[in-house]
């Protein structure tokens, strides 16, 4: 019953709010055209080309919501405290002849009768002069897509639902409605953004630009926490440092139970403050699920052999010979941690900063350790590096195309 009264009042608000968004500086009578609206706006003035900074039209389209003229809902938005919907606008005013009709692509007075844009969208409401740009409407997607066409330069994966460069067909990680969430670093719903949304190699999106400044401080995927490149070269660096850096005696029996991002296995590791070497995949790629302390002298090996003893015996070859634990030694495990010879330490969330990934870049001053053999700027420069060497056709198999990103991943069309 609560939930129903909260649903009736969330409407009600939204209902209220946007109604007195549209009529707060609404037109009394949507047919006055002042001397103001009249005016031609350029999108290169010295060019001449008529439009807006957004696009290059020549004609004005009329708010449905306040009735006021614009060249185009990015300039509405952009002054206004509402927004367009734009497949709602029914009429335009060519910037030519000034004169006011329905929406279209040419003008209807015959005394000018010029094309107002060479591309035209009737669904979005979209008008587009630039002759460089390729445009289409998707149905699947519901709005104008850059690009040639379907078929010729991009597809819709239906369950991904969004269009592709057709090189990742049949080649992609296919996630359900992908692209219908926010970018996960600015926060901007990127199946609609105008900003250059790309595939990570995990499957998962985000806008290019915010994916550049990431992976300066960061190899890991923002959603997932998978690994971005093949970081074996950055894995080997934490291996040397280890072996040069001993930990303080009194954590000599202390373990850790650990989830790698990669391989998505769980094993045990040795304890250290930010570094826990995964036994399948050989990373480092992992977050800490509990730390324990050994009273019996337990090894390490003896406490994976438990859960996976075909790993221990090849000597950690890889997660590809993986096999699942019998039962029998799962209830070993159980039987072992529940035992008095093990003390659990801590039970560490996994957002806890420090502790829920291994490629943390600051550790705790009274461990007078660094985290690896030089600065923070080197670090962040290997791991960028890496990123990007690494997220090309390396990562993916794929040919680079001519409108990818630098990084070799093929971008997505940008919404219109």
Known sequence: MT???????????SRSVLASNRLEEKMTDFGTITAADQVISFHDKERTIIGCKHYQRSCKLQAHCCGKWYPCRFCHDEVSDHNIIRNLTVTMMCMYCRTVQPAGQDCINQACGKKVSKYYCKECKLWDNDPRKNIYHCYDCGICRIGKGLGQDYFHCKKCNVCMAISLKGKHKCIERNLESDCPICGEYMFTSTTTVIFMP?????????????INTSYQCPTCFKSLANMTDYFRRIDAMLASHQMPPEYANSYTYVYCNDCEKKCYAKFHFLYHKCICCRGYNTKILQTLEVKDGTTLDTLNELIMPSVVSAGGSGPSGLEQPASENGNAVGDLLRSSSFHSIRHISSATPGFS???TSVLSASTQLSVLPGDAASFANMTAALVRRSSGSEMNGLPSRSHSVSSGVDAFLNPQ
């Open 202 to 214: 995990c499957g998962h999106c985000i806008h290019y630009k915010c994916h550049q400044e990431y």
């Open 357 to 359: 990934t291994s490629n």
């Open 3 to 13: 939930s129903q009264w909260s649903s009736r009042q969330r409407r009600a608000s």
